[in-house]
């Protein structure tokens, strides 16, 4: 049989199977190809082809099942580094509230585990024997202040009343005495005229100057009454002693104030002692109660934990450490949330390898609204490093 006759069947079968593909490609917007080829489909025409089978997918199926016909196109893709880890606390979120004082006694707590809280919000009130007795102190001596201060200001008024009398009595030889002076100048000056023109004996002109002296002393010694200057430093002590009394109450009360901002906390009229949230966040547990003591300062009243921002920790292999920088990005997933992924920057990259793992905490900073990222979960990290592929 000659060549042309032999391949003429399979030709037309070619033709007929084109033409189903054709038609099933116009029929249906998504067509999937499944075949067992191996490789050589795209060898040239000459060579016999097994034939390609379609399976037929409807729109519906093909958006529920996420299938996509795209162009076949070269691109660079990001390497990642895929490792194990978990979820932490950031350091400066989560806090521990303690007793400031020693010897601290729980009067009140003011706050459920699991509540939210906010920065300087009252979490519990302790009262302290040490605080106490400060506090009755410096109220001592605040009373005792205000009693000096009553006497000094009634010493004040007295002193006042007698420098008043004394510069009326005063004042009035003052001006007698002026007076004085100066009539017997007036005469002195017309006597030594006389005198002058020997109209006058010298000794009248003598006795016009000793008069004249005289009134001089009168007068000088009424400038300087001593009833007047002991009135006067009775004044300046009076006001002098108002002033310490004053400064005797301010310190009465800044000594025990002083103390509470050294602690960082604040005391009421009783000597109690509210002691407040440093942060906003989540009053995580309390395990303290009601009338408990502690001896020593620092004893622990609860934990509060601004869970918003958590640390997801990668643990890096020494061998990849060179691929990773502050600010990539790294991608979460925990299996508690397995339809979400989380992504992050790196903010930490620790400097020492850990033990015989030899691998190197690598901490991102993730958003975590709504807190469904929980300390101590374990997670799946990818690290999308600056190479590609």
């Known amino acids: ?5 032999r391949f003429q069947p399979i030709v037309t079968m070619r033709c007929v199977s084109s033409t189903l593909v054709s038609l099933s490609l116009l029929a249906s917007p998504v067509v999937v190809l499944a075949h067992s080829g191996h490789g050589n489909e795209f060898q040239g025409e000459s060579e016999a082809t097994p034939a390609t089978s379609s399976i037929q997918v409807d729109t519906q199926t093909a958006q529920r099942l996420g299938i996509k016909v ?4 070269s691109q660079r893709l990001a390497v990642g580094i895929k490792t194990t880890g978990q979820i932490e606390t ?9 007793t400031p004082i020693a010897g601290a006694k729980v009067v009140e707590l003011l706050v459920e585990p699991g509540a939210l809280v906010k920065q300087g919000q009252p979490v519990a009130v302790v009262s302290s024997p040490d605080l106490v007795e400060l506090r009755v102190n410096s109220q001592e001596k605040l009373a005792q202040g205000q009693a000096d201060l009553q006497q000094a200001l009634a010493d004040l008024k007295l002193a006042q009343q007698n420098r008043d009398r004394y510069q009326q009595i005063t004042d009035s030889e003052i001006a007698q005495a002026q007076s004085q002076v100066a009539y017997a100048q007036e005469k002195y000056d017309k006597d030594q005229a006389l005198a002058a023109q ?3 004996p010298k000794r009248n002109a ?12 009168e007068l000088t010694k009424a400038n300087s009454r001593r009833e007047v200057i002991e009135a006067e430093n009775q004044l300046k002590r009076a006001q002098a002693s108002i002033n310490v009394a004053k400064s005797r109450i301010n310190l009465s009360n800044s000594t025990y104030e002083t103390r509470l901002q050294q602690l960082g906390i604040r005391g009421n009229a009783k000597g109690l002692v509210t002691v ?3 942060i906003s966040g989540k009053v995580a547990d309390r395990e303290v109660t009601l009338g408990q003591t502690f001896e020593d ?20 292999y020494k061998k990849d450490l060179d691929k990773v920088r502050t600010g990539q990005q790294v991608r979460v997933k925990v299996a508690s949330v397995p339809n979400r992924t989380f992504t992050g920057r790196i903010a930490v990259i620790n400097s020492v ?9 690598v901490k991102a900073e993730i958003d975590n609204l709504g807190g469904v990222l929980k300390p101590g979960m374990f997670a799946e990290l990818e690290v999308l490093t600056n190479q590609t592929s």
Not at 302 to 312: G, P
Not at 353 to 361: H, I, M, R, S
């Open 353 to 361: 390898v850990a033990g015989e793992t030899q691998v190197v905490p």
């Open 198 to 200: 020997d109209a006058l």
């Open 70 to 73: 795209e162009p076949v196109k």
């Open 206 to 217: 003598l006795e016009s100057q000793t008069q004249l002296a005289q009134a001089k002393a």
């Open 297 to 316: 300062a620092g004893g622990k009243l609860m934990t509060i934990i601004n869970d918003n921002q958590v640390f997801a920790t990668a643990n890096i």
């Open 1 to 5: 049989m000659p060549n042309s006759a």
């Open 276 to 278: 407040t949230s440093p």
């Open 90 to 98: 950031l350091p400066s979120k989560q806090v521990e509230v303690t």
